[in-house]
């Protein structure tokens, strides 16, 4: 199951159907709380040509809880020189934000961005049902800290480090752990 309401962002009952469909068809290890759904035209890294690759992430209390989606993240090449992908939208649905390089943060309640985020929605929904992509995997997320003492160096550490970018400075504590390359597993 999926949560669907996200203090007052309503994810589309077909999107939400689509995403427990695609995670039903995986076998989750219990005690699993985190897991990312990344869809990939592999064509595009070769060609630059094509979907552009997508990750979501979800995470859950325990088993029996339902999945939240914490963010989607779609990811392209800024231009043509670039070897490394980077950051194209961002949708955290946890936090309420979204973020685009050319334009910045902006406030995921704001109807400009809503709009966008329920075309992205649609537009995610007809890519994953005309099968554009043709590699979509399920990666399970550990949590590393485990030990609470470690897990407190490591947020003082975390807050002290900044991050450049799209030349500015934000802390990393508000890309919440953005990342642009993904280990996959089946």
């Not at 704001?110 to 007809?126: G, I, K, M, S, Y």
């Amino acid at each position: 199951m999926l949560v669907s309401d996200y203090g007052g962002l309503e994810l589309p009952q077909s999107l939400c159907a689509l995403l427990e469909d695609i995670i039903s068809r995986y076998e989750i290890a219990d005690g699993t709380r985190q897991v990312a759904l990344n869809c990939r035209d592999t064509k595009f890294y070769k060609t630059r040509e094509g979907l552009h690759p997508v990750e979501i992430k979800f995470k859950r209390e325990d088993e029996k809880a339902p999945w939240v989606l914490v963010f989607v993240a779609s990811f392209s090449y800024r231009d043509c020189s670039d070897e490394s992908l980077d950051v194209e939208l961002y949708f955290h649905l946890a936090n309420r934000w979204c973020y685009q390089p050319d334009t910045g943060a902006a406030d995921l309640n704001h109807p400009t961005v809503l709009d966008l985020f329920f075309t992205w929605c649609a537009t995610f929904e007809r890519h994953i049902h005309q099968q554009a992509f043709d590699d979509i995997q399920l990666m399970l997320l550990r949590q590393l800290l485990r030990n609470p003492e470690c897990s407190q160096r490591a947020r003082k550490r975390q807050k002290s480090r900044h991050s450049i970018f799209n030349g500015e400075y934000r802390k990393l504590s508000e890309l919440n752990n953005l990342t642009t390359k993904s280990l996959y597993v089946d």
